[in-house]
Protein backbone atom coordinates (compact mmCIF):
# COMPACT_ATOMS: atom_id res chain seq x y z
CA UNK A 1 0.00 0.00 0.00
CA UNK A 2 1.41 3.52 -0.80
CA UNK A 3 0.01 5.61 2.33
CA UNK A 4 0.37 9.25 0.20
CA UNK A 5 -0.52 11.80 2.29
CA UNK A 6 -1.59 14.53 -0.15
CA UNK A 7 -4.06 16.90 0.23
CA UNK A 8 -8.03 16.96 0.77
CA UNK A 9 -9.53 16.47 -2.60
CA UNK A 10 -13.13 16.22 -1.03
CA UNK A 11 -13.75 18.47 1.81
CA UNK A 12 -17.05 18.08 3.24
CA UNK A 13 -17.68 20.84 6.11
CA UNK A 14 -20.40 21.47 8.75
CA UNK A 15 -23.23 18.96 6.12
CA UNK A 16 -26.52 18.93 7.65
CA UNK A 17 -29.77 17.71 6.03
CA UNK A 18 -33.20 17.83 7.17
CA UNK A 19 -35.69 15.99 6.01
CA UNK A 20 -39.01 17.20 7.58
CA UNK A 21 -37.84 17.81 11.28
CA UNK A 22 -35.44 14.42 11.12
CA UNK A 23 -31.49 15.59 10.58
CA UNK A 24 -30.50 12.13 8.16
CA UNK A 25 -26.66 13.99 8.41
CA UNK A 26 -25.58 16.41 11.42
CA UNK A 27 -23.18 18.67 11.18
CA UNK A 28 -20.77 16.35 9.05
CA UNK A 29 -16.95 17.00 8.11
CA UNK A 30 -14.78 14.74 6.22
CA UNK A 31 -11.62 15.27 4.17
CA UNK A 32 -10.63 12.54 1.61
CA UNK A 33 -7.08 12.44 1.12
CA UNK A 34 -5.78 12.26 -2.42
CA UNK A 35 -4.55 8.89 -3.77
CA UNK A 36 -6.33 7.12 -0.38
CA UNK A 37 -9.47 4.92 -0.06
CA UNK A 38 -11.43 6.28 2.51
CA UNK A 39 -14.03 4.33 3.82
CA UNK A 40 -17.50 5.34 5.25
CA UNK A 41 -19.62 2.84 7.29
CA UNK A 42 -22.59 2.80 9.72
CA UNK A 43 -25.48 0.82 10.69
CA UNK A 44 -28.69 1.11 8.32
CA UNK A 45 -30.63 4.64 8.82
CA UNK A 46 -26.97 6.27 9.19
CA UNK A 47 -26.93 8.60 6.80
CA UNK A 48 -24.29 7.19 4.67
CA UNK A 49 -25.88 7.43 1.26
CA UNK A 50 -27.68 10.85 1.94
CA UNK A 51 -23.55 11.82 2.32
CA UNK A 52 -23.20 10.79 -1.21
CA UNK A 53 -26.02 11.91 -2.59
CA UNK A 54 -25.48 15.32 -1.09
CA UNK A 55 -21.63 15.27 -2.54
CA UNK A 56 -22.86 14.31 -5.98
CA UNK A 57 -25.88 17.14 -6.15
CA UNK A 58 -28.60 14.62 -6.30
CA UNK A 59 -29.32 16.48 -3.12
CA UNK A 60 -28.99 19.87 -2.08
CA UNK A 61 -28.02 20.47 1.79
CA UNK A 62 -29.98 22.28 4.29
CA UNK A 63 -26.88 23.66 5.34
CA UNK A 64 -22.81 23.48 5.01
CA UNK A 65 -19.84 23.20 2.38
CA UNK A 66 -18.96 20.79 0.13
CA UNK A 67 -15.04 21.80 -1.85
CA UNK A 68 -13.97 19.54 -4.37
CA UNK A 69 -10.20 20.37 -4.76
CA UNK A 70 -10.67 24.27 -4.75
CA UNK A 71 -14.07 24.69 -5.88
CA UNK A 72 -17.22 24.62 -3.80
CA UNK A 73 -19.55 22.38 -5.26
CA UNK A 74 -22.27 22.49 -2.54
CA UNK A 75 -25.05 23.34 -5.01
CA UNK A 76 -23.97 22.63 -8.48
CA UNK A 77 -25.97 20.00 -10.67
CA UNK A 78 -25.12 16.52 -10.85
CA UNK A 79 -23.71 16.30 -13.99
CA UNK A 80 -21.64 19.43 -13.75
CA UNK A 81 -19.86 17.73 -10.51
CA UNK A 82 -19.31 14.96 -12.90
CA UNK A 83 -17.43 16.88 -15.18
CA UNK A 84 -15.30 18.39 -12.52
CA UNK A 85 -14.05 14.65 -11.44
CA UNK A 86 -16.05 14.00 -9.07
CA UNK A 87 -18.25 10.50 -10.39
CA UNK A 88 -20.21 8.35 -8.29
CA UNK A 89 -21.83 4.56 -8.76
CA UNK A 90 -25.11 3.56 -7.82
CA UNK A 91 -25.80 1.01 -4.79
CA UNK A 92 -28.63 -0.56 -6.92
CA UNK A 93 -27.52 -2.30 -10.34
CA UNK A 94 -28.32 1.58 -12.05
CA UNK A 95 -27.58 0.75 -15.32
CA UNK A 96 -28.47 1.42 -18.87
CA UNK A 97 -30.20 -1.95 -19.07
CA UNK A 98 -31.35 -2.14 -22.69
CA UNK A 99 -27.55 -1.30 -23.57
CA UNK A 100 -25.09 -3.41 -24.50
CA UNK A 101 -21.79 -3.61 -22.11
CA UNK A 102 -20.20 -1.47 -24.76
CA UNK A 103 -22.50 1.20 -25.02
CA UNK A 104 -22.80 1.60 -21.49
CA UNK A 105 -19.22 2.42 -21.79
CA UNK A 106 -19.63 4.70 -24.21
CA UNK A 107 -22.01 6.69 -22.24
CA UNK A 108 -19.83 6.55 -19.77
CA UNK A 109 -17.40 8.44 -21.97
CA UNK A 110 -19.66 11.29 -22.42
CA UNK A 111 -17.36 13.93 -20.94
CA UNK A 112 -14.55 13.12 -23.47
CA UNK A 113 -17.11 13.44 -26.39
CA UNK A 114 -16.17 17.20 -26.29
CA UNK A 115 -18.11 17.56 -30.32
CA UNK A 116 -20.93 19.63 -30.62
CA UNK A 117 -24.43 18.85 -32.39
CA UNK A 118 -23.10 19.36 -36.35
CA UNK A 119 -20.09 17.61 -35.92
CA UNK A 120 -21.98 14.97 -34.83
CA UNK A 121 -24.16 15.07 -37.29
CA UNK A 122 -22.20 15.34 -40.28
CA UNK A 123 -19.68 12.99 -39.09
CA UNK A 124 -16.72 14.15 -40.79
CA UNK A 125 -13.46 12.28 -40.84
CA UNK A 126 -12.04 14.23 -37.46
CA UNK A 127 -15.34 13.81 -35.73
CA UNK A 128 -14.82 10.27 -37.25
CA UNK A 129 -11.47 9.69 -35.16
CA UNK A 130 -12.65 11.26 -32.44
CA UNK A 131 -15.46 8.73 -32.18
CA UNK A 132 -12.81 5.67 -33.09
CA UNK A 133 -10.59 7.05 -30.18
CA UNK A 134 -13.47 6.77 -27.76
CA UNK A 135 -14.23 3.98 -28.85
CA UNK A 136 -10.97 2.52 -27.82
CA UNK A 137 -11.34 4.15 -24.71
CA UNK A 138 -14.27 2.58 -24.00
CA UNK A 139 -12.81 -0.71 -25.52
CA UNK A 140 -10.23 -0.40 -22.47
CA UNK A 141 -11.95 0.45 -19.92
CA UNK A 142 -13.99 -2.88 -20.54
CA UNK A 143 -11.48 -4.69 -20.36
CA UNK A 144 -10.01 -3.06 -16.95
CA UNK A 145 -12.98 -4.18 -15.28
CA UNK A 146 -12.78 -7.60 -16.37
CA UNK A 147 -16.04 -7.53 -19.07
CA UNK A 148 -14.11 -8.06 -22.51
CA UNK A 149 -15.85 -11.69 -22.95
CA UNK A 150 -18.85 -9.66 -22.56
CA UNK A 151 -18.61 -6.48 -24.89
CA UNK A 152 -22.32 -7.21 -26.93
CA UNK A 153 -24.23 -8.93 -24.13
CA UNK A 154 -27.58 -6.49 -22.80
CA UNK A 155 -26.65 -4.98 -19.52
CA UNK A 156 -29.76 -6.53 -17.97
CA UNK A 157 -28.13 -10.45 -19.02
CA UNK A 158 -25.51 -9.96 -17.12
CA UNK A 159 -24.59 -11.31 -13.79
CA UNK A 160 -25.04 -9.61 -10.37
CA UNK A 161 -21.18 -9.57 -10.02
CA UNK A 162 -20.41 -7.96 -13.87
CA UNK A 163 -23.58 -5.64 -13.63
CA UNK A 164 -22.14 -4.28 -10.56
CA UNK A 165 -18.32 -4.26 -12.26
CA UNK A 166 -19.63 -2.32 -15.39
CA UNK A 167 -21.47 0.19 -13.16
CA UNK A 168 -17.76 1.19 -11.96
CA UNK A 169 -16.82 1.12 -15.48
CA UNK A 170 -19.41 3.48 -16.78
CA UNK A 171 -18.66 6.03 -13.75
CA UNK A 172 -14.27 5.25 -14.26
CA UNK A 173 -14.59 6.01 -18.26
CA UNK A 174 -15.41 9.34 -17.31
CA UNK A 175 -11.97 9.45 -16.12
CA UNK A 176 -13.04 11.06 -12.72
CA UNK A 177 -10.34 12.35 -9.81
CA UNK A 178 -12.63 10.54 -7.46
CA UNK A 179 -14.57 7.96 -7.36
CA UNK A 180 -17.71 7.25 -5.03
CA UNK A 181 -18.73 3.76 -4.30
CA UNK A 182 -21.68 2.97 -3.11
CA UNK A 183 -22.02 -0.04 -1.50
CA UNK A 184 -19.85 -1.92 -4.49
CA UNK A 185 -20.06 -5.71 -3.20
CA UNK A 186 -23.63 -5.44 -1.81
CA UNK A 187 -24.71 -9.08 -2.58
CA UNK A 188 -22.09 -10.59 -3.95
CA UNK A 189 -20.67 -13.84 -3.07
CA UNK A 190 -17.11 -14.31 -1.77
CA UNK A 191 -15.44 -14.88 -5.10
CA UNK A 192 -17.53 -11.72 -6.58
CA UNK A 193 -16.43 -9.51 -3.72
CA UNK A 194 -12.56 -10.97 -4.06
CA UNK A 195 -12.71 -9.36 -7.88
CA UNK A 196 -14.32 -6.22 -6.42
CA UNK A 197 -12.26 -5.07 -4.35
CA UNK A 198 -8.96 -6.49 -6.50
CA UNK A 199 -10.74 -4.12 -9.29
CA UNK A 200 -10.84 -1.25 -6.35
CA UNK A 201 -7.49 -1.57 -5.66
CA UNK A 202 -6.17 -1.23 -8.98
CA UNK A 203 -8.62 1.86 -9.31
CA UNK A 204 -6.26 3.68 -6.49
CA UNK A 205 -3.29 2.39 -7.83
CA UNK A 206 -4.16 4.44 -11.29
CA UNK A 207 -3.95 7.38 -9.17
CA UNK A 208 -8.04 7.82 -8.22
CA UNK A 209 -9.20 8.78 -5.08
CA UNK A 210 -11.53 6.68 -4.04
CA UNK A 211 -14.81 6.74 -1.39
CA UNK A 212 -16.38 4.32 -0.43
CA UNK A 213 -19.40 2.89 1.50
CA UNK A 214 -20.10 -0.35 2.64
CA UNK A 215 -21.85 -2.62 5.02
CA UNK A 216 -19.18 -5.52 4.67
CA UNK A 217 -16.43 -4.97 7.42
CA UNK A 218 -14.19 -7.34 5.79
CA UNK A 219 -14.00 -5.41 2.72
CA UNK A 220 -13.69 -2.13 4.85
CA UNK A 221 -10.85 -2.97 6.60
CA UNK A 222 -9.44 -4.63 4.03
CA UNK A 223 -9.62 -2.16 1.70
CA UNK A 224 -9.35 1.58 3.25
CA UNK A 225 -6.94 3.53 4.32
CA UNK A 226 -8.88 5.80 6.48
CA UNK A 227 -12.35 4.96 7.61
CA UNK A 228 -14.95 7.62 9.10
CA UNK A 229 -17.86 5.86 11.17
CA UNK A 230 -21.22 7.59 11.00
CA UNK A 231 -24.68 6.86 13.19
CA UNK A 232 -27.65 9.08 13.74
CA UNK A 233 -26.38 11.26 11.31
CA UNK A 234 -23.08 11.63 13.14
CA UNK A 235 -19.67 10.83 13.11
CA UNK A 236 -18.81 9.41 16.22
CA UNK A 237 -15.26 8.24 15.30
CA UNK A 238 -12.04 8.27 12.45
CA UNK A 239 -8.93 6.77 11.73
CA UNK A 240 -7.36 3.87 10.33
CA UNK A 241 -9.14 0.50 10.43
CA UNK A 242 -7.06 -0.86 13.43
CA UNK A 243 -8.21 2.67 15.62
CA UNK A 244 -11.62 1.94 14.19
CA UNK A 245 -12.00 -1.89 15.00
CA UNK A 246 -10.59 -0.94 18.79
CA UNK A 247 -13.00 2.28 18.97
CA UNK A 248 -15.50 1.41 22.08
CA UNK A 249 -18.37 3.86 20.57
CA UNK A 250 -17.85 1.94 17.08
CA UNK A 251 -18.82 -1.55 18.84
CA UNK A 252 -21.66 0.44 20.60
CA UNK A 253 -23.03 1.45 18.03
CA UNK A 254 -22.69 -1.62 15.58
CA UNK A 255 -23.13 -4.13 18.69
CA UNK A 256 -25.27 -2.51 21.24
CA UNK A 257 -23.40 -2.30 24.91
CA UNK A 258 -24.53 -4.75 27.90
CA UNK A 259 -26.77 -3.02 30.24
CA UNK B 1 -25.21 -12.33 -41.46
CA UNK B 2 -26.18 -8.34 -40.17
CA UNK B 3 -24.66 -6.96 -42.79
CA UNK B 4 -26.40 -8.59 -45.65
CA UNK B 5 -29.75 -8.22 -44.20
CA UNK B 6 -28.66 -4.80 -44.29
CA UNK B 7 -27.95 -4.53 -47.65
CA UNK B 8 -31.28 -6.44 -48.39
CA UNK B 9 -32.97 -3.29 -46.60
CA UNK B 10 -30.68 -0.39 -47.83
CA UNK B 11 -31.81 -1.88 -51.36
CA UNK B 12 -35.76 -2.53 -50.95
CA UNK B 13 -36.04 1.13 -49.31
CA UNK B 14 -33.95 2.88 -52.42
CA UNK B 15 -36.04 1.04 -54.56
CA UNK B 16 -39.17 2.19 -52.73
CA UNK B 17 -37.75 5.93 -52.80
CA UNK B 18 -37.30 5.12 -57.08
CA UNK B 19 -40.78 3.81 -57.06
CA UNK B 20 -42.12 7.11 -55.32
CA UNK B 21 -40.54 9.48 -57.06
CA UNK B 22 -41.76 7.38 -60.46
CA UNK B 23 -45.26 6.99 -59.63
CA UNK B 24 -46.48 10.45 -60.80
CA UNK B 25 -45.85 9.43 -64.00
CA UNK B 26 -48.05 6.75 -63.85
CA UNK B 27 -50.81 8.05 -61.16
CA UNK B 28 -52.62 10.52 -62.35
CA UNK B 29 -55.52 10.59 -60.10
CA UNK B 30 -55.57 13.48 -57.93
CA UNK B 31 -57.29 11.77 -55.09
CA UNK B 32 -54.29 9.09 -54.79
CA UNK B 33 -51.83 12.01 -55.23
CA UNK B 34 -53.72 13.71 -52.33
CA UNK B 35 -53.43 10.84 -49.88
CA UNK B 36 -50.18 9.70 -50.63
CA UNK B 37 -49.28 13.87 -49.53
CA UNK B 38 -50.53 13.80 -46.69
CA UNK B 39 -49.20 10.23 -45.59
CA UNK B 40 -45.56 11.88 -46.38
CA UNK B 41 -46.41 14.95 -44.09
CA UNK B 42 -47.85 13.06 -42.09
CA UNK B 43 -44.83 10.47 -41.92
CA UNK B 44 -42.54 13.76 -40.98
CA UNK B 45 -45.08 15.10 -38.41
CA UNK B 46 -44.92 11.64 -36.41
CA UNK B 47 -40.91 11.09 -37.09
CA UNK B 48 -40.53 14.99 -35.19
CA UNK B 49 -42.49 13.16 -32.51
CA UNK B 50 -41.08 10.35 -32.20
CA UNK B 51 -37.81 12.07 -31.01
CA UNK B 52 -39.28 13.04 -27.79
CA UNK B 53 -40.52 9.96 -27.82
CA UNK B 54 -36.91 8.74 -27.60
CA UNK B 55 -36.53 10.39 -24.68
CA UNK B 56 -39.13 8.95 -22.42
CA UNK B 57 -42.01 11.60 -23.14
CA UNK B 58 -45.46 11.94 -24.87
CA UNK B 59 -45.58 15.21 -26.20
CA UNK B 60 -49.40 15.74 -27.04
CA UNK B 61 -48.04 19.53 -28.43
CA UNK B 62 -47.02 18.41 -31.77
CA UNK B 63 -49.87 19.22 -33.77
CA UNK B 64 -49.41 22.56 -32.26
CA UNK B 65 -45.83 23.28 -32.88
CA UNK B 66 -47.54 22.28 -36.55
CA UNK B 67 -50.15 24.90 -36.17
CA UNK B 68 -48.21 27.66 -34.98
CA UNK B 69 -45.42 26.80 -38.39
CA UNK B 70 -48.66 27.08 -40.48
CA UNK B 71 -50.08 30.08 -39.08
CA UNK B 72 -46.72 32.01 -39.13
CA UNK B 73 -45.85 31.08 -42.55
CA UNK B 74 -49.20 31.89 -43.92
CA UNK B 75 -48.93 35.14 -41.50
CA UNK B 76 -45.46 35.81 -42.99
CA UNK B 77 -46.61 35.25 -47.00
CA UNK B 78 -49.61 36.95 -46.39
CA UNK B 79 -48.65 40.03 -44.92
CA UNK B 80 -44.83 40.87 -45.12
CA UNK B 81 -45.68 39.39 -49.05
CA UNK B 82 -42.25 36.66 -48.54
CA UNK B 83 -42.14 33.62 -50.79
CA UNK B 84 -42.85 30.45 -49.24
CA UNK B 85 -39.62 29.18 -50.44
CA UNK B 86 -38.82 31.89 -47.19
CA UNK B 87 -41.76 31.11 -45.25
CA UNK B 88 -41.16 27.05 -45.19
CA UNK B 89 -37.65 27.11 -43.37
CA UNK B 90 -38.74 30.15 -41.49
CA UNK B 91 -41.82 28.29 -40.04
CA UNK B 92 -39.25 25.00 -39.13
CA UNK B 93 -37.57 27.47 -37.44
CA UNK B 94 -40.15 29.38 -35.78
CA UNK B 95 -41.83 26.74 -34.04
CA UNK B 96 -37.89 25.35 -32.74
CA UNK B 97 -37.55 28.95 -31.62
CA UNK B 98 -40.94 28.81 -29.44
CA UNK B 99 -40.45 25.05 -28.34
CA UNK B 100 -37.23 26.17 -27.11
CA UNK B 101 -38.35 28.48 -23.79
CA UNK B 102 -41.16 26.26 -23.72
CA UNK B 103 -38.63 23.00 -23.15
CA UNK B 104 -36.88 23.96 -20.51
CA UNK B 105 -39.65 23.79 -18.04
CA UNK B 106 -41.93 21.15 -19.31
CA UNK B 107 -39.43 18.78 -20.01
CA UNK B 108 -38.57 18.44 -16.15
CA UNK B 109 -42.06 16.80 -15.42
CA UNK B 110 -42.02 13.21 -16.26
CA UNK B 111 -44.82 10.76 -17.63
CA UNK B 112 -48.12 11.66 -17.17
CA UNK B 113 -47.66 15.08 -15.66
CA UNK B 114 -45.78 15.87 -19.27
CA UNK B 115 -48.30 14.75 -21.40
CA UNK B 116 -51.19 17.00 -19.07
CA UNK B 117 -48.77 20.07 -19.79
CA UNK B 118 -48.44 19.48 -23.19
CA UNK B 119 -52.09 18.95 -23.96
CA UNK B 120 -52.33 22.33 -21.82
CA UNK B 121 -50.01 24.19 -24.51
CA UNK B 122 -52.35 22.84 -27.13
CA UNK B 123 -55.02 24.35 -25.38
CA UNK B 124 -53.65 27.68 -24.99
CA UNK B 125 -52.32 27.76 -28.52
CA UNK B 126 -55.40 27.36 -30.01
CA UNK B 127 -57.66 29.92 -27.83
CA UNK B 128 -55.17 32.11 -29.08
CA UNK B 129 -56.02 31.42 -32.74
CA UNK B 130 -59.26 31.78 -31.66
CA UNK B 131 -59.68 34.54 -29.71
CA UNK B 132 -56.80 36.88 -31.82
CA UNK B 133 -59.45 37.65 -34.83
CA UNK B 134 -57.09 40.45 -36.45
CA UNK B 135 -53.95 38.60 -36.25
CA UNK B 136 -54.62 34.61 -37.02
CA UNK B 137 -58.74 35.05 -38.66
CA UNK B 138 -60.40 33.55 -35.23
CA UNK B 139 -62.42 30.47 -35.29
CA UNK B 140 -62.70 29.99 -39.71
CA UNK B 141 -59.00 30.36 -39.28
CA UNK B 142 -57.13 31.91 -42.16
CA UNK B 143 -58.33 31.86 -45.83
CA UNK B 144 -55.94 33.03 -49.03
CA UNK B 145 -52.81 31.79 -48.30
CA UNK B 146 -50.80 31.71 -51.43
CA UNK B 147 -49.93 28.47 -52.93
CA UNK B 148 -46.03 28.41 -53.34
CA UNK B 149 -44.91 30.90 -55.78
CA UNK B 150 -43.42 28.98 -59.41
CA UNK B 151 -39.82 28.07 -59.68
CA UNK B 152 -37.47 28.13 -62.44
CA UNK B 153 -35.04 24.50 -62.19
CA UNK B 154 -32.70 23.58 -65.20
CA UNK B 155 -34.83 25.60 -68.09
CA UNK B 156 -38.02 23.71 -66.60
CA UNK B 157 -40.75 25.60 -65.03
CA UNK B 158 -42.76 24.15 -61.98
CA UNK B 159 -45.81 26.08 -61.14
CA UNK B 160 -47.84 24.87 -58.07
CA UNK B 161 -51.12 24.48 -59.62
CA UNK B 162 -51.81 20.88 -59.76
CA UNK B 163 -50.94 17.75 -57.24
CA UNK B 164 -48.11 16.74 -59.04
CA UNK B 165 -45.19 19.54 -57.84
CA UNK B 166 -46.78 19.06 -54.23
CA UNK B 167 -46.41 15.43 -54.11
CA UNK B 168 -42.81 16.32 -55.10
CA UNK B 169 -42.32 18.76 -52.74
CA UNK B 170 -43.97 16.64 -49.52
CA UNK B 171 -41.05 13.88 -51.40
CA UNK B 172 -38.44 15.82 -50.64
CA UNK B 173 -39.55 16.95 -47.79
CA UNK B 174 -40.08 13.64 -46.42
CA UNK B 175 -36.42 12.29 -47.80
CA UNK B 176 -35.02 15.17 -45.91
CA UNK B 177 -36.18 14.61 -42.35
CA UNK B 178 -35.64 10.52 -42.79
CA UNK B 179 -32.40 11.25 -43.57
CA UNK B 180 -31.74 13.96 -40.87
CA UNK B 181 -33.18 11.54 -38.31
CA UNK B 182 -31.18 8.61 -39.34
CA UNK B 183 -28.17 10.24 -39.00
CA UNK B 184 -29.58 11.46 -35.52
CA UNK B 185 -30.48 8.06 -34.69
CA UNK B 186 -26.75 6.74 -35.58
CA UNK B 187 -24.93 10.12 -33.90
CA UNK B 188 -23.62 9.88 -30.52
CA UNK B 189 -25.98 12.29 -29.73
CA UNK B 190 -28.79 9.33 -29.85
CA UNK B 191 -27.27 7.58 -28.01
CA UNK B 192 -27.42 9.88 -25.70
CA UNK B 193 -30.94 10.34 -26.24
CA UNK B 194 -31.61 6.60 -26.11
CA UNK B 195 -30.07 5.81 -22.78
CA UNK B 196 -31.79 9.06 -20.89
CA UNK B 197 -35.27 7.04 -20.14
CA UNK B 198 -33.32 3.76 -19.49
CA UNK B 199 -32.07 5.79 -16.51
CA UNK B 200 -31.78 9.49 -15.88
CA UNK B 201 -29.49 9.25 -12.79
CA UNK B 202 -27.02 7.47 -14.21
CA UNK B 203 -26.73 9.39 -17.13
CA UNK B 204 -26.72 12.96 -15.04
CA UNK B 205 -24.04 11.23 -12.94
CA UNK B 206 -21.85 10.57 -16.11
CA UNK B 207 -21.85 14.45 -16.92
CA UNK B 208 -24.91 14.35 -19.22
CA UNK B 209 -26.83 17.23 -19.50
CA UNK B 210 -29.67 15.52 -19.54
CA UNK B 211 -32.54 18.69 -19.94
CA UNK B 212 -30.39 19.92 -22.88
CA UNK B 213 -30.53 17.36 -24.47
CA UNK B 214 -34.29 16.55 -23.89
CA UNK B 215 -34.81 19.83 -24.86
CA UNK B 216 -32.69 19.60 -28.13
CA UNK B 217 -34.75 16.16 -29.16
CA UNK B 218 -38.18 18.30 -28.53
CA UNK B 219 -36.43 21.21 -30.50
CA UNK B 220 -36.25 19.12 -33.26
CA UNK B 221 -39.14 17.68 -33.24
CA UNK B 222 -40.80 20.78 -33.42
CA UNK B 223 -38.72 22.10 -36.06
CA UNK B 224 -40.27 19.25 -38.16
CA UNK B 225 -44.05 20.10 -36.93
CA UNK B 226 -43.42 23.52 -38.01
CA UNK B 227 -42.26 22.87 -41.75
CA UNK B 228 -45.01 20.44 -42.26
CA UNK B 229 -47.17 22.52 -40.87
CA UNK B 230 -46.21 25.24 -43.51
CA UNK B 231 -46.43 22.64 -46.46
CA UNK B 232 -49.47 21.93 -45.27
CA UNK B 233 -51.07 25.79 -45.35
CA UNK B 234 -49.87 26.57 -48.68
CA UNK B 235 -51.31 23.41 -49.83
CA UNK B 236 -54.76 23.72 -48.40
CA UNK B 237 -54.44 27.72 -48.97
CA UNK B 238 -56.11 28.06 -45.32
CA UNK B 239 -55.23 27.08 -41.89
CA UNK B 240 -57.57 26.93 -39.16
CA UNK B 241 -57.66 26.14 -35.29
CA UNK B 242 -59.23 22.89 -35.97
CA UNK B 243 -56.56 21.57 -38.08
CA UNK B 244 -54.31 21.15 -35.20
CA UNK B 245 -56.16 19.64 -32.50
CA UNK B 246 -55.00 17.78 -29.65
CA UNK B 247 -56.80 14.30 -31.07
CA UNK B 248 -54.06 14.84 -34.07
CA UNK B 249 -50.98 14.46 -31.85
CA UNK B 250 -52.82 11.46 -30.55
CA UNK B 251 -52.49 10.28 -34.09
CA UNK B 252 -49.34 11.06 -34.58
CA UNK B 253 -48.05 9.22 -31.46
CA UNK B 254 -50.49 6.36 -31.99
CA UNK B 255 -48.87 5.77 -35.85
CA UNK B 256 -45.61 5.91 -34.27
CA UNK B 257 -45.73 3.49 -31.92
CA UNK B 258 -47.78 1.14 -33.87
CA UNK B 259 -45.43 1.35 -36.96
CA UNK B 260 -42.63 0.97 -34.08
CA UNK B 261 -39.86 3.86 -32.98
CA UNK B 262 -36.81 1.40 -32.91
CA UNK B 263 -35.99 3.08 -36.27
CA UNK B 264 -36.78 5.88 -38.84
CA UNK B 265 -38.60 3.77 -41.26
CA UNK B 266 -41.25 2.31 -37.94
CA UNK B 267 -43.09 6.03 -37.93
CA UNK B 268 -42.98 5.83 -41.84
CA UNK B 269 -45.21 2.13 -41.67
CA UNK B 270 -47.12 2.77 -38.93
CA UNK B 271 -48.85 5.99 -41.39
CA UNK B 272 -48.74 4.21 -44.89
CA UNK B 273 -50.84 1.47 -43.09
CA UNK B 274 -52.45 3.56 -40.31
CA UNK B 275 -53.63 6.45 -42.83
CA UNK B 276 -53.90 4.02 -45.90
CA UNK B 277 -56.19 1.81 -43.54
CA UNK B 278 -58.64 5.15 -43.04
CA UNK B 279 -58.89 6.21 -46.35
CA UNK B 280 -60.18 2.54 -47.31
CA UNK B 281 -62.68 2.50 -44.50
CA UNK B 282 -63.74 5.80 -45.38
CA UNK B 283 -67.35 4.54 -45.39
CA UNK B 284 -67.35 4.34 -42.04
CA UNK B 285 -65.16 7.02 -40.76
CA UNK B 286 -67.24 7.01 -38.05
CA UNK B 287 -65.88 3.86 -36.47
CA UNK B 288 -62.46 4.53 -37.15
CA UNK B 289 -61.49 5.74 -34.02
CA UNK B 290 -63.16 1.89 -32.46
CA UNK B 291 -60.70 0.19 -34.85
CA UNK B 292 -57.52 2.33 -34.65
CA UNK B 293 -57.94 2.00 -30.77
CA UNK B 294 -58.08 -2.05 -31.26
CA UNK B 295 -54.97 -1.95 -33.98
CA UNK B 296 -52.99 -0.29 -31.06
CA UNK B 297 -54.07 -2.44 -28.48
CA UNK B 298 -53.39 -5.66 -30.67
CA UNK B 299 -49.87 -4.27 -31.79
CA UNK B 300 -49.09 -2.53 -27.99
CA UNK B 301 -49.78 -6.82 -26.58
CA UNK B 302 -48.24 -8.69 -29.26
CA UNK B 303 -45.67 -7.14 -31.18
CA UNK B 304 -44.42 -4.48 -28.55
CA UNK B 305 -41.83 -3.18 -31.28
CA UNK B 306 -44.26 -2.02 -33.90
CA UNK B 307 -44.98 -3.52 -37.40
CA UNK B 308 -41.60 -2.85 -38.55
CA UNK B 309 -40.48 -5.45 -35.62
CA UNK B 310 -43.41 -7.38 -37.60
CA UNK B 311 -41.00 -10.03 -39.76
CA UNK B 312 -39.04 -10.59 -37.02
CA UNK B 313 -41.35 -11.54 -34.52
CA UNK B 314 -42.84 -13.98 -36.62
CA UNK B 315 -39.58 -15.32 -37.64
CA UNK B 316 -39.19 -16.27 -34.11
CA UNK B 317 -42.42 -17.69 -33.08
CA UNK B 318 -42.24 -20.06 -35.98
CA UNK B 319 -38.37 -20.95 -35.64
CA UNK B 320 -40.01 -21.64 -31.42
CA UNK B 321 -42.93 -23.89 -32.90
CA UNK B 322 -40.48 -26.05 -34.53
CA UNK B 323 -38.95 -29.28 -32.74
Known amino acids: MTEKNGDALLKIDGLTKLFGGLAAVQKFNLHVLEGQIQGLIGPNGAGKTTVFNLASGVLKPTRGQIFFGDHEITRLAPNRIASMGLVRTFQANVLFQDFTVMENMLLGCHLHTGFGFWRDMLNGPATRRKKAAIQQKADEMVQFVGLENYRAETAKNLAHGHQRALGVGVALASDPKLLMLDEPVSGMNLEEKESMMQLISRIRDKGITVLVVEHDMKVVMGLCDRIAVLNFGNKIAEGTPQEIQDNPEVIEAYLGVEQ | ?323
Not at chain 2, 90 to 118: C, D, E, H, N, Q
Not at chain 2, 286 to 305: K, T
Open chain 2, 1 to 323: MKNKSFGFKAALVALIIVLCFLAPLVVKDPYLLHIAITIFIWSVLTLGIRTTLIIGHLNAAQASFMGMGAYFSALLAMKLKLSFWICLPAAGLGAALLSLPLGYPILRLKGAYFVMITFAITEVFRHIWMMWKSLFGGPQGLLGIPRPGKIELAGLTIAFTSKVPFYYLALILLLLTLLIMYRLDRSRMGLTMRAIPQTELLAESVGVPVIRYKVMAFVIGSFFAGLAGSFWAHYFTYASPWDFTWMNSQYMLMYAVIGGMGTVLGPIIGCVVMLGLDELFRPFKQYMPIFMGAVLIIVLLYVPGGLIALPQRLRATFSRRKP
